[in-house]
């Protein structure tokens, strides 16, 4: 026999729904839209570490593609539960070597499917102490993941909040005008991994925050260039959504140097309206589990001598459309 990967050991060993106490019972869940707040619901009563029924993760998806983050509280989990988990929702995001993104290994060409976003454990811990600026996961893939979910293990006394921006309120919100001229729009994002791997030199460890943030023509092309939807329809509930990050470099196709990079950056500084922004403060044992195709994150940063450890997963998506 040969050995399983981590994946399949993962859900070879997931409880079933025969085994009682491992089974999630459906009527103990609720899902409670967070009050006041621009996207995000949180689930109570649910243990991640348990066999889900059918019913509860429908429902889940249900509530992911209306309101774009759930947020798990009060989870315990080694890495072989939190796998089995999130795969009810889709395939591990596994990139080709040829698009690195963050944790890409030199020896697999493509990250692990649990990726450690810390400052904590030593050598194989992404992202450091900085702030990551808004962004959506893996946007300048052929094929960037739909969604991530985050699982908070330690946290610092001191910064370390993720805030998340609802890019479906933000597109609604323009004008009539503005709508029109953009939904034809493609966008080329840029990939920033790509940009630090070639300067070696650039102690900014987490490939955000250091390209110029619109590649004019005279400007060389680093890296492979995947256009896609500058407005993107979402697969599950057709809302068209913002499909911009506010930082990386970007460029839009066909379009002249100036009028381009102006309408980004005017849809940048829209996007970053508190009004379109939920900020999570962490508390351990929370799962973040968010809807990358309508949303976009960010980090604020927080003081290097704490510590803070949260494991990442991201799931496989589509082709936008
Ligand atoms: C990520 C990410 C934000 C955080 O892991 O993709 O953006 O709060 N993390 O660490
Ligand atoms: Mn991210």
Redesign the pocket.
Known sequence: MTSLTQLSQAIHDAPRWHQAEQFQNPTEITIVPLKDEALGAAVFGLDAKKAQSGETIYRLKQALAEHLILVFKNQSLDDLQYLAFASYFGSIFRPSADNPVLATQEDSGTPPDVVPVSNAVGKGDYTGHGE?TP?A?HQWTPLPSFG?LLYAIELPQNGGQTAWFNTIKAYEALDDNTKQYINQLQLITYNPFVRFQNNKGTPKEDGYGTSPKYRFKDQPIIGHAYPHPLVRTHPESGRKALWLNTHSEVELVNEDDQIGSELIEKLREHILKPEFRYEHQWEQGDIVFWDNQATL?SRRPFPSDQRRLLKRISLAGGRPF
């Open positions: 990551l962004h996961d991530s994150h």
